[in-house]
């Protein structure tokens, strides 16, 4: 028994002297600062575990972001393509107007299609061309594929185009092969009729129709349409025709005006 006190002594004045070595070197014991390294320890997870949420989180923003921005660029592009290609469009547009103008006698102007004035019976449009580019009254309207109508009215800077599809609109045309001639009247929609061909004639599907000039209007040789259908009627005189034209007016945005031979 007196043996275990004395090894007990000796632990404990052991236990005195490293204390008072540590604290001749280290200084004071603080018991504070002993506690604090836990919570150190505990912050120091706690912040490593958020950053591991946080960050699929930071990256499915970043992505997002970049997507936002990818869809902006992208539209931009599409948006820049749209613009070539009309830019494209247009010069093509231009350059068969500007061959045809070389190639027509009585050519006039060119002139844009600036408004259109559409409906169940009269069918219109507005150029931006009027009498100071030499426009006039009566004068024959056309693009590069075909005849599209006259002008009815004038002013300096504007002029009005009565289309052949209008209800009161009509043309002294010839069948290209057949060279029988006609009368094409609008109907107030994208087709219009050939009248008075007698059912004598022999008229087919496809046919093509120039003006024949013969209405002191038009200029002779300019192309107008073809023939869709035609129904041979058994009871009539003549033949219903049905012509679609080569130029639909609701397609065309430039055009040329013709004057008649002699003009």
Request: aromatic fraction near 8%; charged fraction near 25%; glycine fraction near 6%.
């Amino acid at each position: 028994m007196l043996k275990k006190h004395h090894t007990l002594f000796l632990i404990y004045v052991f236990f005195l002297i490293s204390l008072m070595t540590y604290q001749s070197f280290r200084g004071p014991f603080k018991p504070i600062l002993c506690l604090r390294y836990p919570l150190f320890l505990v912050n120091d997870v706690i912040d490593t575990a958020i950053s591991i949420i946080r960050k699929p989180f930071v990256l499915l923003f970043t992505i997002e972001g970049e997507n936002v921005r990818l869809k902006s660029e992208l539209n931009r592009l599409l948006l820049k393509e749209q613009q070539y290609d009309e830019a494209i469009n247009q010069n093509k547009r231009l350059s068969a107007l500007l061959l045809l103008k070389g190639e027509t006698i009585n050519y006039v102007s060119a002139a844009r299609v600036i408004a259109r004035q559409p409906n169940k019976w009269y069918h219109q449009m507005v150029l931006d061309s009027g009498t100071k580019a030499g426009i006039k009254k009566d004068m024959a309207v056309r693009t590069d594929k075909g005849l599209i109508g006259k002008i009815i009215s004038t002013e300096s800077n504007y002029s009005t185009v009565l289309l052949l599809t209008d209800v009161y609109s009509s043309v002294a045309v010839r069948l290209e092969d057949n060279r029988t001639e006609a009368v094409l009247s609008g109907t107030g929609s994208e087709l219009c009729l050939l009248k008075y061909i007698p059912v004598s004639e022999d008229v087919k599907a496809g046919e093509p129709l120039v003006t024949s000039g013969t209405d002191n209007l038009f200029p002779a040789g300019i192309p107008v349409g073809r023939v869709l259908s035609v129904e041979r009627v058994t009871s009539g005189m003549f033949h219903e025709i049905k012509v679609e034209l080569f130029a639909q007016p609701t397609k065309v945005e430039e055009v040329i005006i013709v004057s008649r031979e002699g003009t």
